[in-house]
């Protein structure tokens, strides 16, 4: 039995890498496979070498996780990039990506990226924004396609894993990956004609990237969190909120006796950026919020 990973699904087109020998197949699935699971890119194969071209597929190992934007599966990262200019961050954006790659289980990498379009004053504005994310715990990278800054550490955040890029379109998402592997970011899905009239099809590749892969397809440009859970979970997915413990387990950290959390907003452990973010997720509103300093008002 040999062992490959999945780095190109077009089709019915299955590219299988075999690390072993270096080398790339055409994935065959066989009999039981074929006919119970869907291989996705991303997934981890066992079966045999049949010959110089072909790989036979007689299983698939479990899935860590299985994106649907783009159909990858076992995506270990997630490089969410946004920017303080051009476009204008929008953190309500950021944080929703943040919450629904941490519910889909891919950790987060967070990016600023065009920092050489920033002057004195933006600096300092992209310095807060940093210094608030870093805080909460989240891996944070200044980047710029353009002078290059930030480049090298982001190739080392991403090296021996599978990753995506997240964010809002114009941010520099296909600039990064260009800069960093030289080939381009597909824009999602391929459409194609056939017969029967137009249809669509999911295709995605894999980019060998420093022992590890970069998806062709980019992860989503912005979400609802509402969209992929319940309102009762998001609080769970705000790292920084999981420092407190409320009285009550089930606490959402609106106006609940004894609640930790809004004790540390009110306190400025915890960024009112942030806490309004999970406010406006939830669609919530608080009246302690506007006595809290710096922190009232939109
Ligand atoms: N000044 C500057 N421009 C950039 C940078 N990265 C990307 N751009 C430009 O921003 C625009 C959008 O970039 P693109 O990579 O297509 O963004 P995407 O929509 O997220 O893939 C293009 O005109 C890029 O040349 C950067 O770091 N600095
Ligand atoms: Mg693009
Ligand atoms: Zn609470």
């Not at 077009?10 to 006919?35: C, D, N």
């Not at 413990?245 to 609640?259: A, I, P, R, T, V």
Request: hydrophobic letters at 35%; one cysteine or more; a negative charge.
């Amino acid at each position: 039995m040999s062992e490959g990973i999945v780095v190109e699904r077009a089709g019915q087109k299955i590219t299988v890498f075999v690390p072993e020998e270096g080398k790339h197949y055409r994935g065959v699935p066989l009999g039981k496979v074929r006919k119970r699971d869907k291989i996705f890119a991303g997934d981890v194969v066992e079966g045999r070498i049949v010959d110089n071209e072909t790989f036979a597929i007689e299983g698939i190992k479990d899935r860590k996780n299985l994106l649907i934007r783009p159909p990858i599966a076992n995506v270990d990262k997630v490089v969410i990039v946004s920017t303080i200019k051009n476009p204008p961050f929008q953190n309500y954006l950021l944080d929703n990506l943040l919450v629904v790659y941490d519910y889909l289980g891919v950790n987060p990498v967070v990016v600023f990226n065009k920092v050489d379009l920033l002057n004195e004053e933006e600096i300092k504005e992209l310095d807060k924004w940093v210094d608030i994310y870093r805080s909460a715990g989240y891996r944070v990278i200044p980047t710029s396609s353009e002078s290059g800054e930030g480049i090298e550490e982001l190739r080392e955040e991403l090296k021996g894993v599978v990753s995506i890029f997240a964010g809002a379109s114009g941010v520099g998402k296909s600039s990064l990956v260009r800069e960093l592997t030289g080939e381009d970011l597909k824009v999602g899905e391929v459409s194609s004609k056939t017969e029967r009239g137009k249809h669509t099809t999911r295709e995605v590749r894999l980019i060998p990237f420093e022992g590890g892969f970069i998806g062709d397809a980019p992860g989503f440009s912005r979400v609802e969190a509402l969209n992929f859970m319940d309102r009762e979970e998001v609080r769970l997915h705000f790292p920084e909120f999981l420092r407190y413990e409320c009285k009550f387990s089930d606490c959402l950290h609106l106006e609940e006796e004894g609640c930790e959390v809004r004790e540390a907003v009110i306190r400025g452990e915890i960024p009112c950026e942030r806490y309004k973010s999970y406010l406006k997720i939830i669609k919530a509103f608080v009246p302690w919020l506007s006595e809290v300093r710096n922190c009232s008002g939109d």
